[in-house]
């Protein structure tokens, strides 16, 4: 038996196995060699009752306690993985706390706590939930005693003491059966996704995502804390969210990762910390940690993939999930209904075709197969495309699918832009902004006197070089490398669009419009967006954007108003594009983790403003990453 989908969270349970949940709401039992032991999907179909990502997982004796992105919270059986009992977001409600109309709210919230005979679990409203363990009936609906707020993490393992972090990176120390927490430590900006406890010194470890005061979207890692709410030990050393943290079974070593796509190995036989090794060449971003009772490591990637590691971070296998995405849908030179999608394995023509108008098909075409990581971006030339690829490799491919020229940066890349006469390329990473010959590859320019990671790169018409980087600082580069311009975007930045001196930027804060040299926006689009704006696209007066929330939003493009909002998207959107039809009817095409295209027809003449008409699925991909032996070999 296989996996078909995207595994979400993995949970190591001494004498069951490891527990995967995944992107449609299912559990799965896997042993130590990755292999399928029980599926809830095998239960019966009646049991499918939502298809929903599950985030929160919590093993209690026989029994497992969920909790999908909407809010929904389940109990399972252990053993067997049939569904027990399934309480609907808005059923666990106060209604009394709630807006009129006010609907669950999508989330991607981990944490679940259970303490004597009680759970403890956010609904979709961030309103805690108290239920008893064993009838699962629902005691108490209460807010949170310090305020309205998302609970990311609960642990109770340290005695006498129970600690509660959220999003907005607090750590809070006290007691869940009284709900006293009079200890409430402020350690980062952003989310503390992990706080586990740590019994060889009576303490918590806590992930940092944001970074706190000057290193606020600069730095972040992972700290120590006393349980009397006291930071011991602070190691920053990422420029992405951190997501994962866990202990081997003698609490000797600590493993921790996250975004930037490496595991942190630390040694924890003294208080101090130490980090002992840095392990690379993962497929993907890491997204989840756990240890088997023999100590293998197991990793999850965001891509779905799991790599199993010896203690000390050898990669030992992986369960070869088929994975895709479409990162970026471009428009194909020289085609007017024709689309370059950047995927995990390569990249990929799409066309639309329509004899019936108005009744438009996505049918994929010719494809390209790179032989590195995932296909991150692209950015199309007359005489072929560029593109960078998962964690580092930026290559330059002719018209005909031949490598021209590759090279290897000293940083995890993010974006590139090509300049408007096409004789360079410009790509954001880690390290700066690299600056190459479009046609040869030889660098030009290495743009290094940013505050942090160059996220964005762009180009305005009059050859000046634009870098966003992760704090925010959007600036103008002149031939000489001096700043011209600079603005403060006040989030992080994800694409960069340029339009002559207009900017359109997506990122922390929804989508932001500016025009070069003025400092105040001149338009926002936020309004309930869920999370990251991940993209965004604009047809007909209407601003389409994708958010890592699952969400696709319209907008009036005038007046910022909320057209239309989707929240039913398969999986995570990545990619988004314009398209008219054979009659001119405007279409939006969406992309995203699992493969997937969704076609929206775009009607601004009174009728529903999007209408999903239908989607094709690419197909994926095990054979664009590297073997075990190699990803060992270049990521330690």
């Keep these: 038996m296989e996996i078909r989908e995207r595994i979400t969270r993995i949970v190591s349970d001494a004498g069951r196995g490891i527990l995967v949940a995944d992107a449609r709401g299912s559990l799965h039992w896997l042993d130590s060699e990755l292999r399928v032991l029980r599926s809830s999907s095998d239960s019966a179909i009646a049991q499918s009752i939502a298809a929903h990502p599950i985030y929160g997982v919590k093993i209690v004796g026989d029994w497992i306690i969920t909790r999908d992105k909407v809010g929904n919270i389940c109990r399972w059986d252990a053993n067997s993985l049939r569904l027990i009992d399934h309480l609907d977001a808005a059923a666990t409600a106060d209604e009394s706390l709630l807006l009129e109309g006010e609907q669950p709210s999508l989330a991607i919230l981990r944490g679940i706590g259970v303490w004597n005979g009680k759970v403890y679990v956010d609904n979709g409203y961030y309103q805690l939930v108290i239920l008893d363990l064993e009838t699962f009936a629902v005691e108490r609906i209460v807010l949170w005693p310090h305020g309205y707020d998302m609970l990311e993490w609960f642990s109770t393992a340290a005695p006498g003491v129970h600690a509660v972090a959220d999003r907005n990176g607090r750590i809070q120390f006290g007691d869940l059966e009284t709900l006293s927490f009079p200890t409430v430590v402020k350690v980062d900006n952003s989310n503390v996704h ?150 995990d394995s390569g990249t990929r023509v799409v066309r639309m075709v329509d004899p019936l108008p108005g009744k438009p098909t996505l049918v994929p075409g010719e494809s390209y197969t790179s032989g590195l990581g995932f296909t991150r971006r692209i950015v199309l030339a007359d005489d072929g495309w560029a593109g960078i690829f998962w964690p580092r490799t930026v290559r330059r491919v002719d018209g005909k699918g031949r490598t021209v020229w590759e090279r290897e ?25 690299f600056e190459f010959d479009a046609e040869t590859g030889d660098q030009l320019d290495h743009l290094d006197k940013l505050p942090t990671s160059a996220w964005v790169a762009g180009y305005l018409d009059d050859g000046r070089r634009l870098l966003g980087s992760r704090n925010g600082i959007l600036s103008a580069y002149d031939a000489d490398g001096e700043e011209t311009w600079t603005v403060d975007l006040d989030n992080y930045p994800k694409r960069l669009f340029v339009n002559g001196d207009e900017l359109r930027i997506t990122g922390g804060v929804g989508v932001k419009e500016y025009v070069v040299g003025e400092d105040k926006e001149r338009r926002q689009f936020i309004e309930l967006l869920d999370n990251t704006a991940e993209n ?10 994708v958010t890592y929330g699952f969400q696709l939003a319209a907008y009036d493009h005038d007046t910022c108003q909320l057209l239309a909002l989707h929240e039913d998207l398969p999986d995570f959107a990545k990619a988004i594009a314009t398209m008219r039809g054979s009659g001119g009817e405007p279409y939006v095409i969406v992309g995203g983790r699992g493969g997937w295209l969704r076609v929206f027809r775009v009607d601004r003449g009174g009728g529903p403003v999007l209408t999903p008409l239908r989607d094709l699925w690419l197909p994926g991909a095990t054979s664009a990453y590297p073997s075990l032996a190699e990803a060992e070999a270049t990521g330690q």
């Design 536 to 545: 965004a696209a604009l047809i007909e007066n209407t601003m389409c954007v």
């Design 194 to 343: 992990r706080l586990v406890y740590d019994k060889r010194h009576n303490r918590f470890w806590a992930t940092l995502d944001g970074g706190l005061d000057d290193k606020r979207l600069v730095e972040n890692g992972v700290l120590t804390i006393g349980v009397d709410g006291v930071v011991q030990w602070r190691h920053l050393y990422a420029r992405n969210d951190v997501e994962g943290l866990a202990f081997s079974p003698d609490y000797t070593k600590a493993y921790v990762g996250g975004f930037d796509g490496e595991l942190m190995i630390y040694d924890n036989t003294e208080p101090e910390m130490n980090l002992q090794a840095r392990v690379g060449g993962f497929s993907h971003q890491l997204l989840d940690i756990t240890v088997d009772p023999d100590g293998q490591v197991y990793v999850l990637t965001q891509d779905g993939d799991i790599t199993v590691c010896t203690p000390d971070g050898r990669f030992v296998r992986r369960l070869g999930y088929e994975r895709n995405c479409v990162w970026e849908l471009q428009p194909l030179p020289g085609e007017d209904r024709a689309l370059i999608a950047s995927t």
């Design 409 to 433: 940066l000293p940083g995890i890349v993010h974006t590139l832009a090509l300049s408007p006469d096409q004789s360079r390329l410009l790509v954001a990473c880690n390290a700066g902004g």
